[in-house]
Every structure is written in C-alpha cells, then in structure tokens.
C-alpha cells in the first residue's frame, strides 16, 4: 500500500499582491520520484520553498511524514535534502569544508573518512580541497547535490536541479538522481525540460499559474487526453487549408515547422504532400514522433511549454 510522506492541502501563497499558489493541494508517495513540471514562474519554486518551510504559506498545510511543517520545521527540515534553483555557496571554503559545515548544520558532523565517501559519489574526490569558486558548473551543480544528502535525508527536494547544465552534465545529474532513488530515497524536483521529466519522474504535476491542472503518471497524463501523434515538417503552406486535410485535429507552426496533429499520419502525409504540389511547395525533414508532455501542456494551457519560459 503507497504511503504519502508530503501531504500539501489547499495552499495559497502571495509575495504582496501577486498570488504565486492558488489552492494547491497534492500528495507526494513515499520512495518515488515526483516531478512538478511548469514554466519559469508558474509557482514550482514557491511550493517548494512552503514544503521546506522556507515560506510560510497564507492559508492550507503541509505535511512531511506527518509532522506539521509550520507547527514543528526543525523536525521536518531534518528530513530533508535541499537543491535550491541557485545554490550560494561559500566560494571561499574548499569542497571537503562545504559539505562539513552543511551536514554540522543538520548537526550530522562525518569524519574525513565519510565526507571521501560522499565525494566519490558524486566524482568530486580529485576536487576535495578546490575552493567551490574554482569548480566548473557542472562541478558545482555535482556538489550542491552532495550538500544535499550530507545530513543522509530520506527527502530529498531538487529545483530545476540541471538548469543552465549542458546535454553531458545533464545527464550525469540524471545518474546521480536514479542512484538517490535506488536506495530508497524521495525525490521532488522541479523543471521546465519536458524531456527531463519523462525520463526521471514516475509521476508528475503540471503547475501553470499557481495551479496544479494535472497529476498523474506521464503515460497517464498523455492517454487520458487522447492525444494524437504528430507529424512535423519542413514547409510553408495556409494553416487553415492544412487543417481541412483528412484526420487533423489541429495544425500550427512552430519556428519554420508545420506540426499536424492527426488520426491517421499515413493518410494526412499523402494528403500534405497533394497540397503541397497544388501550392508548388517542396516538404522536407518529414518526422512522426507519439503524443508527449509537451502536447499535455499544450492541451491543457492552450501554449507550448517552450513559449511560456
């Protein structure tokens, strides 16, 4: 039987005048990975930071294996691993110092011994008495996660934990979270990356505007809408002539590309390219690719994911 190890109800949270959470509520089982997709100020930091108690929301509750996080923090923020979006850390301190002084400020104080084991973990052995300044980004996101587990939590909270990493880092990051779940750990992170929420998260909540709009396993989310696959090319033709071709629900350009949405692709490709011909148009770079969370997003907002960062 799941058991929920975050129970968030009801939350409604407001810098000033602007509402950054409007009656969120959602539940996050124990030993999974947990993903809350959204753009760039769609309130997925702010949850967070209510979980951790960081922020102190105007009305609702959160829950952190049961304890009440505004009524006793101190308990609930031992449980938990904290990546925040930008980490600041103390450039002056080597690494080895860094992931001391965060675990003593769980009071966790590990010999020498464990903070190599810690370390090697995450393929920071050779840089343990580099100052934290010296260390490239991907190094310095590698070692954020490292402060993270340094009070060995059994939650641990990511935001947008490879922001601004590039394709190789990224996925090492991807590596080192799969690992965090293998031994049994939680993991909620945050992302806009679609391609990163699919392949990490076993169940995700899309967050638009303070509020949650949909929850479920990716698979789930893509089903219960019904999606159609999509094909995607390289041609100019009229939009609403496109959309009157056999099978398509719906046709847009995205940059240079015409993305169909149809039943059939096999017989809507034959149709675009008669249409094409009719127009004196050529189709290049023809691609047919299944529903995924971008399509969700998109179905659910009325905007790509991309257009709302």
């Known amino acids: 039987m799941s058991q929920s190890i ?6 409604i949270a407001a810098y000033g005048s602007i509402q950054a959470l409007k009656d969120v509520s959602l539940t996050v ?8 997709l959204g753009p760039n100020g769609a309130g997925k930091t702010t949850l967070l930071a209510c979980v951790e108690g960081l922020h102190k929301p105007n009305q609702g509750s959160v829950h952190v294996d049961g304890i009440n996080v505004q009524i006793d923090s ?29 675990a003593a400020l769980y009071e966790v104080y590990l010999t020498s011994g464990e903070i190599n084991n810690l370390l090697a ?23 954020a996660l490292a402060v993270a587990i340094a009070n060995n939590p059994q939650i641990v909270l990511l935001d947008e934990p490879t922001s601004a990493l590039d394709p190789h880092a990224r996925r090492a990051v991807w590596d080192i ?4 779940h293998d031994e049994g750990r939680t993991i909620v992170l945050t992302t806009h990356a679609m391609e ?50 056999p099978d398509v629900s ?11 949405e149809t039943a059939r692709p096999e017989v809507t490709l034959t149709a675009l390219h008669e249409l094409a011909a ?17 399509d969700v997003f998109l179905k659910l907002t009325g905007r790509a994911l991309a257009e709302s960062n």
């Open 74 to 102: 101190t308990a609930t923020k031992r449980q938990l691993g904290i990546q925040l979006q930008r980490t600041a850390l103390m450039d002056d301190l080597t690494v080895a110092e860094l992931v001391e002084v965060y």
């Open 177 to 180: 979270v799969r690992q965090l």
């Open 121 to 143: 973990r995450f393929d920071l052995v050779e840089k343990r008495n580099v100052l934290a300044r010296r260390l490239s980004g991907g190094q310095q996101q590698r070692l």
């Open 196 to 245: 990163e929420a699919e392949a990490l998260c076993g169940r995700i909540a899309i967050i638009d505007h303070g509020q949650i709009v949909a929850c479920d396993t990716p698979a789930a989310l893509i089903a219960n809408l019904q999606l159609k696959s999509m094909l995607k090319a390289t041609v100019e033709l009229p939009l609403d002539e496109v959309r009157s071709l």
């Open 29 to 36: 089982e124990k030993g999974e990975i947990f993903g809350l």
């Open 278 to 294: 009719r127009s004196g148009r050529s189709i290049r770079d023809v691609m047919l690719r299944q529903p995924n969370l971008e």
């Open 250 to 260: 719906n046709a847009r350009y995205t940059g240079q590309h015409l993305e169909v």
């Open 6 to 11: 975050i129970d968030a109800r009801n939350l």
